[in-house]
């Protein structure tokens, strides 16, 4: 096993700076925050993109290694530890307002970047036992309904206006948080009940995944107030919120102004490696489980983590994620430095800025 096997490991400095940002509290309190937000894209700016694709022989045996699922299994624990350490801390001692915001956000963030994250990785899987992993996983950002409109709706509607989850050619991030939180959750309900009517079952049952989905959430709650009263139920909705937010601003700029041509027939074209932005800067790569090579993901689905490609031919973005989610809170410098990276024929007629 050599270091690019062990490069995986790193990913645990993330949700261990959100335990160090709970437990030192003070000014450490944003030490998650400046991690993702200052840390990497600064050291991306410099160190780049250097790695390379598995070789076509090794990827059956690398796909096979339990090592790369084992790292994904422990962050069920570790992200649950983290949000329990979270609330207990928080609520058993006076915080200054400042302080408490730095481990909210610290925590919010890797609750998305990480729990949502490995959960989206394990939701792809075959096997029953991961899916199920990527459920609980998903819980604390309240964001359940992802595990069906990602995988049954977004994977197939990607890059057409039938996608809540894909970021249109000129639309801010801030419209796109509220468009795609609110269409995606939407979207979940409406595949439950397309597949419930073909199935001759009714909605209003216990076979729709989405109702599933909200007990267990209720369920949550009622725990976190019963551990925590109020105040902590209110504190871990905050986190879960973060933590989604999160989410969507990585779906911004996953696909952010690309679309898929309409075919002659009125379906669309296939999903291409044209269709998703890339991103090959090496520590937001490990970071994120190799969730830059997005293009690879896309075209198949179920490829592990471990053995996704860079894509020379996907359009690039200048930066790892967490230095372009920093550009698209500015949407004038979003529009400014990625429209033009748009490939030519996606383009709206009268755009090109």
Sequence with gaps: ???DDLKYLLAYVGPASAYFSVAAGGTWSYSSVVLAFVIIPVVELFVGSKGGNTSA??????????FFDLLLYLNVPIIYGLVYFYLSTVTSQPLHSLELLGMTLSVGIFVGAT???????????RNRWERLLSIVLLVPAFYQHFYVEHNRGHHRYVCTPGDPATARYGES???FWWRS??????????IEKKLLAKQNHPVWSMRNQMLQFAVIQILYMIVIAFLFRVNGLLLAISIGVIGFLQLESINYIEHYGLIRSKRPDGGYEKVGMQHSWNSNHDLGRIFLYELTRHADHHYKASKKYQVLNHVDESPQLPTG???????????????KVINKRIPADMLPIDGGG
């Design 1 to 3: 096993m050599g270091w």
């Design 57 to 66: 022989e090794l990827v059956p045996l690398r796909s096979r290694q339990i």
């Design 115 to 125: 729990g949502i994250n490995v959960a989206h990785e394990l939701g792809h899987r």
């Design 173 to 175: 991030l801030y419209r």
């Design 181 to 190: 939180t609110i269409g995606s959750y939407l979207s979940a309900w409406n």
């Design 321 to 335: 994620y967490p230095g372009s989610i920093l550009l698209a809170l500015f949407p004038f410098l979003w529009f």
